[in-house]
């Protein structure tokens, strides 16, 4: 059976684009298709500026809506990444089969370290190796697709490149893994700033929609959404970006096609009336069983609980072949 893992950083709160980009594919594909584990990468949560209690709060709260959102845990591995501590121990072994260069070269590396460097911050180490450990999280598990967003297939690229050097250097130890994308929305960009992606943690408030917003808060961010002084709506999104990504919210949330979808349109103000309608319905049930959830700590702490010996007992044998392999003297 194929073996599927992807993660959710706990960064800020959950958006939209986690929704339609990774959590319901898992939800409704991933869990049913391959023996899936997902996982609250809260050691990447530490790579820039951050504050304990709510690093702590935002994983449990991720846990939750990943469990909202429809993963069943008698079908798939939902974990904290950090109660697994072969995620850290595979870590440095590939930061001695990674270079320097290859980190430097990251997109994100980039992006994050100019914005902390703007910001008069200074960058942290852990932010450039954050590649390596997110192939850890990968390798760790035999891992033979990630479903991930536009944004983290470089990474994937990273984790299939460390696999193959580490095989050849020092004998067939981990799978090579391959990243797989949605066809629409795999990149939901920012309703008032379409030109860059919705991320949870910006501190553009109006431009993000909250799994967790208030129905009508949903409702005033979409109709608010940017789009631009053309009337026509077509569906282009190098030159209509605010329009394209209405588009593609809505037929990522209704089923249907960007580009059929722009022909039923004459004005701006229907298409994010129906936008607005699609996105509150859809996210409706997840929002319940949320609070359902929250009622019940004890149910979250047990799926963890199971689901941390559980993904310890798959990732333990391959990591500790690969520090037999590498040259590291089994303890007695
Ligand atoms: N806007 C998005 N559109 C489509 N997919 C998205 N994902 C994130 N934002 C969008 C996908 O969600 C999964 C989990 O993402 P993550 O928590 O690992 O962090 P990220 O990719 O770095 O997302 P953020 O929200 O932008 O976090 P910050 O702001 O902390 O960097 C991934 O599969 C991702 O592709």
Redesign the pocket.
């Known amino acids: 059976m194929t073996r599927v893992f ?4 706990p ?2 709160n959950l ?1 939209l ?2 929704y ?3 959590m319901r594919r898992w939800a409704d594909v991933d869990q049913h298709q391959a023996d899936a584990l997902f996982c609250i ?1 809260d050691l990447h949560a530490l790579t820039v500026d951050h504050d304990p209690a709510r690093v702590r709060r935002l994983s449990r709260q991720a846990a939750t809506l990943l469990l909202a959102a429809g993963l069943d845990p008698e079908l798939c591995t939902v974990f904290v990444q950090s109660h697994v501590d072969e995620h850290a121990r595979l870590s440095y072994l590939l930061e001695c089969v990674a270079t320097d260069g290859e980190m430097r070269r990251m997109i994100q590396y980039k992006e994050k370290s100019a914005r902390e460097r703007e910001r008069g911050g200074s960058v942290r180490l852990s932010l450039l190796t954050y590649p390596v450990l997110m192939a850890a999280d990968i390798l760790a598990y035999g891992t033979d697709e990630v479903p ?2 536009d ?2 297939t470089q990474h994937v690229e990273l984790s299939r490149d460390l696999a193959v050097r580490f095989n050849q250097r020092y004998g067939l130890t981990f799978a090579v893994p391959r990243a797989t994308r949605p066809k629409i ?4 960009m920012n309703l008032q700033d379409p030109a860059s ?6 501190d553009s408030g109006p431009g993000i929609v909250y799994l967790l917003d208030e129905p009508d808060v949903m409702r005033k961010k979409i109709m608010r959404a940017v789009t631009d002084s053309a009337s026509d709506i077509v569906y282009d999104r190098e030159k209509r970006p605010g329009v394209a990504n209405l588009l593609e919210i809505l037929a990522a949330c209704e089923g249907g096609d960007p580009e059929e979808l722009s022909g039923a349109y004459g004005s701006y103000g229907a298409l994010k009336k129906d936008t607005a309608e699609a996105v509150v319905e859809l996210l409706r049930p997840v929002r319940e069983r949320h609070k359902e959830l929250c009622a019940d700590p004890g149910y979250v702490d047990g799926v963890l609980r199971a689901g941390a010996e559980r993904a310890t007992g798959m990732a333990r044998p391959r990591v500790d072949a690969a520090y037999r392999a590498i040259g590291l003297l089994p303890a007695v």
């Open positions: 992807s993660g959710i950083k960064t800020g958006t684009g986690n339609l980009g990774a990468v991930v967003g944004d983290q929305a795999a990149r939901i992606k919705m991320g949870k943690s910006d």
